[in-house]
T-cell receptor
């Protein structure tokens, strides 16, 4: 099956620093990648949709300058949380979709804790 | 506005019995539905999906039923096994019978299968 990896799996940082999270499709080319955020005991909330070579499309209420997304290749998308604050602490999950394929394949997630 | 709802936060079932997980949606434009299984600190894993042109899809122990008039779908697991214990999310999409579009997730239901 399709494998999606995320790095790092867990990160703790000080308030005001920026954190980069990588999402890679390991055995397929993903034309589209999605970034989700999950709060404890809550649903996965879509933050943005990222297509290779173009700007990401952000969901309403998500600050594009706060959450920078770069989809530089068909196997890599990055999410940078800029000037992180404690309220940004969350579980961030990416997913990737193969071209002409129905399902999204999810990465294992990244636990971000901002002190 | 929660367009996809899983009203049961948890479900406890005896091993060997049937597990029935329910999901309701409000957006009549949704035409493709998926179920994901998620363990703590991991990304969701795709289980089974159904297009709105069908009312049932079966894959091994997993069967998804769709009642469009009631805007309701359910996932049946039979027989239930302790390894099925996880959080189950239903998700919906409105991209021409595919999940090409973004997925809207329910809040999840914690399934516990007792030996």
């Amino acid at each position: 099956g399709a494998v999606v990896s995320q790095h790092p799996s867990r990160v703790i940082c000080k308030s005001g620093t920026s954190v980069k999270i990588e999402c890679r499709s390991l055995d397929f080319q993903a034309t589209t990648m999605f970034w989700y955020r999950q709060f404890p005991k809550k649903s996965l909330m879509l933050m943005a949709t990222s297509n290779e070579g173009s700007k990401a499309t952000y969901e309403q209420g998500v600050e594009k300058d706060k959450f920078l997304i770069n989809h530089a290749s068909l196997t890599l998308s990055t999410l940078t949380v800029t000037s992180a604050h404690p309220e940004d602490s969350s579980f961030y999950i990416c997913s990737a979709r193969l071209a002409l394929h129905n399902e999204q394949f999810f990465g294992p997630g990244t636990r971000l804790t901002v002190l | 506005d929660q367009q996809v709802k899983q009203n049961s936060p948890s479900l406890s079932v005896q091993e060997g019995r049937i597990s029935i997980l329910n999901c309701d949606y409000t957006n009549s434009m949704f035409d493709y539905f998926l179920w994901y299984k998620k363990y703590p600190a991991e990304g969701p894993t795709f289980l089974i999906s159904i297009s709105s042109i069908k009312d049932k899809n079966e894959d091994g122990r997993f069967t998804v039923f769709l009642n469009k008039s009631a805007k309701h779908l359910s996932l049946h697991i039979v027989p239930s096994q302790p390894g099925d214990s996880a959080v189950y999310f239903c998700a919906a999409s409105n991209a021409g019978g595919t999940s090409y579009g973004k997925l809207t997730f329910g809040q999840g239901t914690i399934l516990t299968v007792h030996p």
